[in-house]
């Protein structure tokens, strides 16, 4: 009997030496020299891998450790990379008993210096457009084999509509006549989720671009292809969760990579409340709630205190920038995510990137909020967020509560905005703010309307404040629409951007004539606007509203550019007293939306929501 054990025991053994094991995937799939940061975190999937030990031979690389995790189908490794690393193919070597795997490691030469990647500022004017949403360039993407979606339908406002990355470049020209100077596109990479994905923020895939979409390479090539037009493309990016599909899911590494893992007998939503940030007298319960609980059932929420998450999240960001050249960074649901952590990613990105720019979703419309999170806000220290850029709420609601307004001088239209703009005194740097009067998750700023003078105005505020202004696709064209139904109604096709399109918006002939009246607008300010020193570095002089009429000065090496809006539906006839420190002696000056001359005598008459832009 101890001898028919003894074989058992020895026969057992022999199957779990040569037990099925492979490497499916390896994050990042290349890696580059030449980084401040000599760490390089291998993320190593596959049956088993779990139980291998690691071995390669590299000049310059050696091995610092290996972390083993809760489930077998993962091994983390951590090599250490040499100033004097060359690029090159390596081998790495996966041993499990006397089963051997290996697998060829590439690191690349980086293309340019982390200081010469420029990121977008105050010159720039971002255009905020959904891939799936805009024009569909390949037809034969639109469903993909094998992905758990495969339904495409036009009429369901929540469904895929089947746009993608060659639908941008073929309009790249479009960008260019408009004038806007970057690309903010909501996030490319693989969301393949069994539901209505379209919007790309249900990631299942960190180093793959949604074959939906187009390829890895495809994205790469209209980046390049945008470069070339002087365009700028900012990638958005998503640290606080995943797609429910995601592997990590599927087969957690370790419970510690989510916050509350046990979803499906606990689940924990957050409260999207987001002040306990702030709140000097927050609970714990409301801050773990707002920070740690899912943004829904379909996004679990990554656990970045764990050094591993945030080092995987870190390499990817940085991973993008050197293999895509993308210009700048959109990181969604900041304040959702460890504080602590994000500080660390943007102090590890900018000291790597010193040009380079990151803005963070922040939603309070609460300056005071907003200016907490900016970079060196006295309001956090001895706290630092390190983030330079932030989203600019505050003008966001204000300038839609104005537009259903008459402008007085107490709190009413355009007075709301003036009294936004008070409240800079808070911001480290108000020149890296960001503003908007719509994006993808709010309703259009012309609800279901068209009152175009408003628009205008709005726009006028948006583009020569000071500020780095965000638009949103189809605003040029008058797109319209609310949430009241979905977020689908605010998140339509571009009209033109499919062949069988009944109107074209792209074409001056295929737009009505007050599409064309909107586009022309925007096209006049957005190029006048690019390279333009005093709207891009100059200071502001902003003044209290007088008879309905807000108006402010852009001012820069001696040049001026005096903005004034009549916020009332009346005409109106403005004392021009008011303004002189700014006016100086200047007895007329250009409407930059007009062209024509205006006379600054003693008094200036303005219609009806009439917007002046005027160079002195």
């Known amino acids: 009997m101890k001898k028919l054990l003894f074989i058992l025991i020895t026969f057992l053994t022999s199957l779990s030496t040569y037990a099925a094991i492979n490497v499916s995937k390896i994050d990042p799939p290349c890696w580059y020299v030449g980084m401040k940061n000599p760490e390089l975190q291998l993320m190593v999937s596959g049956q088993g891998i779990g139980d291998a030990s690691v071995s390669l ?41 006397k089963k051997k795997i290996v697998k060829e490691y590439e690191l690349k030469a980086r293309k340019k210096k982390g200081s010469e990647h420029k990121g977008f500022n105050a010159s720039d004017a971002l255009y905020l457009l959904m891939p799936d949403r805009f024009a569909n360039g390949n037809p034969d993407n639109d469903v993909v084999p094998g992905m758990a979606e495969s339904k495409v339908d036009r009429n369901d406002p929540n469904a895929r509509h089947g746009g993608d990355l060659a639908g941008i470049e073929k309009n790249l020209d479009y960008f260019s006549d408009l004038g806007v100077t970057a690309l903010w596109f909501t996030p490319v990479l693989e969301n393949n989720m069994t539901g209505g994905s379209y919007h790309g923020y249900a990631t299942t895939d960190y180093y793959k671009v949604d074959p939906r979409f187009g390829s890895n390479e495809e994205y790469r090539q209209l980046i390049e292809k945008s470069h070339d037009r002087g365009i700028k493309v900012v990638m958005d990016m998503i640290f606080n969760h995943c797609g429910v599909e995601h ?47 899912w943004f829904v059932t379909a996004m679990p929420d990554l656990n970045q205190k764990n050094p591993h998450v945030y080092k995987y999240l870190l ?88 537009k259903n307004e008459q402008t007085e001088t107490w709190f009413k239209g355009l007075d709301r905005v003036y009294n936004s703009f008070v409240y800079d005194f808070l911001y480290p740097n108000p020149a890296s703010v960001l503003a908007f009067i719509e994006n993808h998750d709010t309703d259009r700023f012309l609800g279901e309307g068209n009152n175009l003078p ?13 500020r780095i202004p965000q638009l949103y696709y189809g605003t040029e064209v008058m797109m319209n629409g609310t949430k009241a139904q979905s977020d689908g109604y605010v998140r339509k096709d571009f009209p033109g951007g499919w062949v069988d399109d009944k109107e074209n918006a792209l074409t001056a002939s295929g737009r009505t004539n007050e599409q064309n009246e909107a586009y022309d607008f925007y ?80 008094e200036l008459r303005m219609t009806p929501r009439e917007s002046l832009v005027i160079e002195l």
Not at 454 to 466: E, P
């Open 57 to 97: 031979n590299y000049p310059g690389v050696s091995l610092s450790s290996t972390v083993k995790v809760e489930s077998n189908n993962y091994l983390i490794v951590y090599l250490h990379l040499d100033k004097e690393v060359k690029p090159g193919k390596f081998p790495i070597t996966f041993t499990v008993g």
């Open 454 to 466: 408003m628009l205008k105005q709005a726009s006028v505020i948006l583009l020569t404040t000071r």
């Open 247 to 293: 592997p990590w899911i599927k087969d957690i590494p370790s419970k510690d990579f989510f916050n509350n893992p046990d979803h499906q007998n606990n689940f924990v939503q957050t409260s999207f409340k987001l002040t306990p940030h702030v709140d000097p007298y927050a609970s714990k319960y409301d801050f773990d709630q707002m920070n740690d609980g």
């Open 315 to 402: 390499q990817n960001s940085i991973w993008w920038i050197e293999y895509a050249d993308i210009d700048g960074i959109r990181m969604d649901t900041y304040p959702y995510a460890d504080y602590d952590a994000m500080s660390n990613w943007m102090k590890e990105l900018n000291e790597e990137y010193p040009n380079y720019n990151t803005v963070g979703e922040t939603w309070v419309t609460e300056p005071a909020y907003t200016a907490w999170w900016q970079k060196d806000s006295k309001l956090s220290a001895p706290r630092n967020s390190n983030l330079k850029t932030v989203m600019d709420f505050s003008f966001y609601d204000k300038m839609n509560t104005a």
């Open 523 to 602: 096209k006049t300010l957005l190029n006048w606007r690019k390279g333009n020193e005093v709207i891009a570095n100059g200071d502001m002089v902003q003044f209290m509203v007088q008879n309905g009429v807000y108006a402010y000065a852009r001012q820069y090496n001696g040049k001026t550019v005096f903005v004034l809006l009549n916020g009332t539906d009346k005409e109106t006839t403005l004392p021009l007293k008011f303004y002189k420190e700014v006016l100086k002696d200047s007895k007329q000056g250009k409407d930059v939306l007009t062209g024509k001359i205006v006379q600054l005598n003693e």
